[in-house]
């Protein structure tokens, strides 16, 4: 007589396959068939993971309330340099900018007409009528999580502040396409929608990415796909969404001194703002913003 053998479900519930993920897996290569790209089960977090980016993800959110409570015209962005390292370290975390690929800080600052990776430096202060993104990330019990956002100094022209305002609109319209079995193409879609009706432009080169497990995962999150196209959006994913809005050109340089700075090709402002989000069985989570 053959007995049946039950096998436990490799997304780590403690469940049987056939009570878990088994209609998951079937779903899934069904989409695969008709042409979809579908996530490797390495991109499904497991319930315990899911739970470490969620601590992670708290930290990374505190550490940015941190920053929006202490941050003023005067202070260099150094300062706040030194804000995120010593609230990070003091609650068990590493800061993970710190050395990755060589960054040489613990967080990026991106003040004006620097789209992103900007170095926070002693020399560069904080003036009225500066806007300034601050970009977190954090390791915490061996997971990932990164968000960030913008910052209004003093007294902003009135086409900046309206940016920064609208660059959260455009993110919230991408967050509103997240749900399970539509394609991630869709919430770049609304992006780029969203800020052709303000007449901005969206970064293509980069772009938001998995992350948990490691910084940087698959899927790359362009936030100016198209909608249908991409990898298929299921439940345990876990990634970032940040798009790069641009007053003007989408065209960018990067600093050949430090290697890092990305800086609009024309000079004219450019905003972000980023929030990390879990895929549930009915729609999205917020982790980290
Ligand atoms: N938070 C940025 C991102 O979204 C980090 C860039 S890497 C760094 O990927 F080294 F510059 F921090
Ligand atoms: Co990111």
Request: proline share 4%; charged share 20%; glycine share 10%.
């Amino acid at each position: 007589m053959e007995v049946p053998v039950r096998r436990y479900c490799w997304c780590g519930s403690g469940k049987y396959y056939e009570n878990c993920h088994r209609d998951f897996d079937i779903r899934l290569k069904a989409f695969r068939r008709q042409g979809f790209r579908v996530p490797g089960h390495d991109l499904i977090k497991t319930p315990e993971q899911i739970e470490g980016i969620r601590r992670s993800a708290k930290l990374n959110v505190e550490v940015l309330d941190y920053v929006a409570s202490n941050i003023r015209a005067g202070i260099s962005t150094e300062e706040i340099d030194r804000w995120v390292y010593e609230y990070t370290v003091s609650h068990g975390g590493i800061p993970a900018p710190l050395h990755y690929e060589g960054f040489p800080k613990s967080v990026c600052t991106s003040r004006n007409d620097v789209v992103c990776h900007g170095i926070p430096s002693s020399k560069e202060l904080l003036l009225d009528g500066d806007i300034l993104n601050v970009d977190v990330s954090t390791v915490l019990g061996g997971y990932f999580s990164d968000s960030s956002r913008m910052f209004c100094i003093g007294n902003v022209p009135q086409a900046h502040r309206n940016l920064v305002d609208n660059a959260l609109l455009c993110l919230k319209a991408g967050l509103s396409q997240i749900k399970p079995w539509a394609p991630i193409g869709n919430v770049g879609q609304a992006i780029s929608d969203c800020a052709r009706k303000f007449g901005y432009s969206v970064v293509r080169e980069i772009g938001g990415h998995g992350i948990g497990l490691a910084f940087h995962e698959e899927p790359f999150v362009d936030h100016t796909a198209k909608a249908g196209a991409g990898m298929l959006m299921v439940p345990g994913m876990v990634f970032t969404i940040e798009p790069m809005i641009n007053l003007g050109t989408r065209r960018f340089t990067i600093d050949r001194r430090n290697g890092w700075t990305i800086r609009t090709a024309d000079g004219k402002a450019s905003a972000q703002w980023e929030y990390q989000v879990l895929v549930t069985e009915t729609g999205y989570e917020v982790l980290a913003w």
